[in-house]
């Protein structure tokens, strides 16, 4: 897959908005870019995906810079609940039919 | 609507000891089915993957077998376990309609070779 960078980790205190950005600078033109997360001994949970626009669904929002060379996942109003392991993922194009997931980020969020 | 079902949820099992562990989804057919392990404090790492009946992908070389026998099944398995197989299993389902298909997990399997 396309290489990923993600920070390790991150805090948000609850109710403001967890920006969890993501590099992915050798990413090709038609490749998407997937979030996923996992909280604790649970199998992970998609997110949301986009190509080059910016995306929105009931659990996030999605910004990839114009150049695509990286992306923020935005969770507008974080709750105790989004404490979790998020994934940055670029599959290979060849390679759709299997997503390889990196160490991700680890967000907690603070009373 | 889809669903897929993984079990036991934990398992303790002896070095040495074999090991099967079997995941089944329902509501969809032909799925591309995929079995991952996460180490404790690690990422998830891709071990299977299945495009169809009996057409097993292996990602790294290991103690582990994966089979699929019916549409809808995929077993992992193991003659004989080693400590360094304790983890966290994951079995997950994908549709097949091209790119831009979500991944579905199942609950997991904690797995503790003592």
């Known amino acids: 897959d396309a290489k990923t960078t993600q920070p390790t980790s991150m805090d948000c205190a609850e109710g403001r908005a967890a920006n969890l950005p993501c590099n992915h600078s050798t990413i090709s033109g038609n490749e998407y870019v997937y979030w996923y997360r996992q909280i604790h001994s649970q199998g992970p949970q998609y997110i949301i995906h986009g190509l080059k626009n910016n995306e929105t669904n009931e659990m996030a929002s999605l910004i990839i810079t114009e150049d695509r060379k990286s992306s923020t996942l935005i969770l507008p109003h974080a709750t105790l609940r989004d404490t979790a392991v998020y994934y940055c993922?670029?599959?290979?194009?060849?390679?759709?039919?299997?997503?390889?997931f990196g160490t991700g980020t680890r967000l907690q969020v603070f009373p | 609507s889809q669903t897929i079902h993984q079990w036991p949820a934990t398992l303790v099992q002896p070095v040495g000891s074999p090991l099967s562990l079997e995941c089944t989804v329902e509501g969809t057919s032909n799925p591309n089915l995929y079995w991952y392990r996460q180490a404790a404090g690690r990422g998830l790492q891709l071990l299977f993957y299945s495009v169809g009946i009996g057409q097993i992908s292996s990602e790294v070389p290991q103690n582990l077998s994966a089979s699929r026998p019916q549409d809808r099944q995929f077993i992992l398995s193991s003659k004989k376990l080693l400590l360094s197989d304790s983890g966290f299993y994951l079995c997950?389902?994908?549709?097949?309609?091209?790119?831009?298909?979500?991944?579905?997990f199942g609950s997991g399997t904690q797995l503790s070779v003592l």
């Open positions: 993922i670029v599959p290979l194009l060849q390679n759709t039919d299997k997503l390889i």
């Open positions: 997950a389902w994908s549709g097949t309609r091209g790119l831009n298909e979500k991944l579905f």
